[in-house]
């Protein structure tokens, strides 16, 4: 396990599964490791970071495949990898007994670089917004850090990792069937930022151009300024 392994785990964590496909024509099961994404928000996260780490680490390319008018992308990855994942205790088949290695968590660079995995797959970063009174026009003037996943466990130890590090997030919340972790506080949002290094572009561009939004407007302090 390394740094850029850790990532692949928490990727495939978010967006990924193990499967095993019959394949009757060679009288076995084939087994695929297997991540599905948005096309416009993960093509370039899939193309320029996972498969680079697929190649370094085990030699193979794998499959990336658009789906144009379902603006999805798959990325099928072979055995070696389904091997190494299910050996480190990733599940085959639903995820709901899924969890982060307690090799990843023992090691703090290990740690971040699963959450930064996770979030750059299955996190979103958003505005939210505030009224001065009721009917007043929406003020979007603050930002909002979300994981959603549907194991319970994971997200616990999101929060555990995020806690060790001082990043400040919210009590963890049912929504159907998932479990939903948020940071609302805007300086820990920054810590996120700065310390969990999120590596898919459309995340970090969302949030320079919230921020450079926000500033626009004048509803955060500019440099120089006080709070």
Not at 53 to 66: P, R
Not at 68 to 80: A, L, W
Not at 188 to 204: L, T
């Amino acid at each position: 396990m390394n740094v850029r392994l850790a990532e692949l785990f928490g990727a495939m964590m978010g967006d990924g599964c193990l499967s095993l496909i019959n394949n009757k024509s060679e009288n076995r099961k084939r087994k695929i490791a297997l991540l599905t994404g948005h096309l416009k928000h993960d093509y370039n996260y899939y193309t320029r970071v996972i498969q680079p780490i697929v190649k370094e680490n085990f030699k193979i390319n794998g499959y990336i495949k658009k789906r144009e008018k379902r603006n999805c992308i798959y990325y099928e990855i072979g055995g070696v990898v389904f091997d190494f994942l299910n050996n480190e205790g990733f599940p085959i088949g639903l995820k709901t007994k899924l969890f982060i290695p307690q090799k990843i968590l023992r090691k703090r660079q290990l740690a971040r670089a699963c959450v930064r995995g996770i979030f750059n797959t299955a996190g979103t970063i958003y505005r939210r917004y505030r009224k001065k009174y009721n009917k007043h026009p929406k003020i979007y003037n603050y930002q909002v850090i979300q994981f959603k996943l549907n194991s319970k466990r994971t997200i616990k130890q999101i929060k555990g990792v995020l806690d060790r590090i001082n990043i400040n997030s919210n009590r963890i919340i049912r929504d159907k069937k998932s479990y939903v972790l948020r940071i609302t506080d805007q300086t820990g949002i920054k810590k996120f930022m700065e310390k969990i290094r999120p590596s898919n572009n459309y995340h970090v561009e969302r949030y320079i151009n919230h921020i450079s939004d926000i500033s626009d407007k004048g509803l955060v302090a500019q440099p120089g300024q006080s709070t």
